[in-house]
């Protein structure tokens, strides 16, 4: 039996909430234990309410918790500063958002490298291979609004990948794509990630998405206050 130090992320009493401008504070997050081992691939069933997105910005130093630990690669995150976080994730996590947030007025190639600059320094050849890797060759010099919606999904995957990360987390990555793209989109994204040994923890509310994955887990059940809504409700 593999051990904890196999853990790649470890969660523990991890508690988020967040106050209205009139001072109501609504809890979003009561996550008791969670582990993610290196190297390995898990989806995260997350509806509408139930926190996923904050808890991948928790994951990934975006935002602190009101309380728990968070460690990445043997790291407590919530003992860096903001900055201290922001190097961090640049080092070891990669982030695919939904909305792939790709700037303008850069070409494929640009987005990468500038993905790069907060790490170990933009690697022209390494941006280049990852875009050719996941199929952009002829698209190194096009602008976001010059690619399709599958093509900036890849840019999005080339640029978290890119740091060589040791976790991916990918929120609703295909979420803007047809049933056909997705499917290509996350094999390969699972690929790419295998082939680095890069774990990957990917939240979705896509059954297709989530039928993909052998380790799928609920994140409502994971997420006592979502738990507790849905008794709440009667559900």
């Given at each position: 039996?593999?051990g904890p130090?196999?853990?790649?992320?470890?969660?523990?009493?991890?508690?988020?909430?967040?106050?209205?401008?009139?001072?109501?504070?609504?809890?979003?997050?009561?996550?008791?234990?969670?582990?993610?081992?290196?190297?390995?691939?898990?989806?995260?069933?997350?509806?509408?309410?139930?926190?996923?997105?904050?808890?991948?910005?928790?994951?990934?130093?975006?935002?602190?918790?009101?309380?728990?630990?968070?460690?990445?690669?043997?790291?407590?995150?919530?003992?860096?500063?903001?900055?201290?976080?922001?190097?961090?994730?640049?080092?070891?996590?990669?982030?695919?958002?939904?909305?792939?947030?790709?700037l303008d007025?850069?070409?494929?190639?640009?987005?990468?490298?500038?993905?790069?600059?907060?790490?170990?320094?933009?690697?022209?050849?390494?941006?280049?291979?990852?875009?050719?890797?996941?199929?952009?060759?002829?698209?190194?010099?096009?602008?976001?609004?010059?690619?399709?919606?599958?093509?900036?999904?890849?840019?999005?995957?080339?640029?978290?990948?890119?740091?060589?990360?040791?976790?991916?987390?990918?929120?609703?990555?295909?979420?803007?794509?047809?049933?056909?793209?997705?499917?290509?989109?996350?094999?390969?994204?699972?690929?790419?990630?295998?082939?680095?040994?890069?774990?990957?923890?990917?939240?979705?509310?896509?059954?297709?998405?989530?039928?993909?994955?052998?380790?799928?887990?609920?994140?409502?059940?994971?997420?006592?206050?979502?738990?507790?809504?849905?008794?709440?409700?009667?559900?």
């Open positions: 039996m593999r130090m196999t853990a790649i992320l470890e969660l523990r009493d991890l508690k988020k909430a967040f106050r209205a401008p009139g001072g109501e504070v609504t809890p979003i997050l009561d996550v008791p234990a969670f582990a993610l081992e290196a190297g390995a691939q898990v989806a995260l069933e997350g509806r509408s309410g139930t926190g996923k997105t904050t808890l991948l910005h928790l994951v990934a130093g975006l935002l602190k918790p009101d309380a728990g630990s968070i460690r990445v690669a043997g790291t407590e995150l919530t003992a860096l500063s903001e900055g201290a976080r922001d190097v961090f994730r640049a080092r070891h996590v990669g982030y695919v958002h939904q909305t792939f947030a790709l007025g850069y070409t494929a190639l640009e987005n990468v490298l500038l993905g790069m600059l907060f790490g170990a320094g933009a690697d022209r050849a390494r941006a280049e291979g990852l875009l050719r890797e996941l199929g952009l060759a002829e698209r190194l010099h096009h602008r976001p609004h010059q690619l399709s919606i599958g093509q900036r999904q890849r840019v999005a995957v080339a640029r978290a990948l890119a740091g060589e990360p040791e976790l991916v987390l990918a929120d609703e990555p295909t979420g803007s794509l047809d049933a056909q793209h997705a499917g290509e989109a996350l094999a390969l994204l699972r690929e790419a990630c295998a082939k680095r040994g890069a774990a990957l923890l990917l939240v979705s509310h896509d059954p297709v998405v989530l039928g993909a994955f052998d380790d799928r887990r609920s994140l409502a059940e994971l997420n006592r206050v979502a738990a507790d809504a849905a008794q709440g409700s009667g559900r």
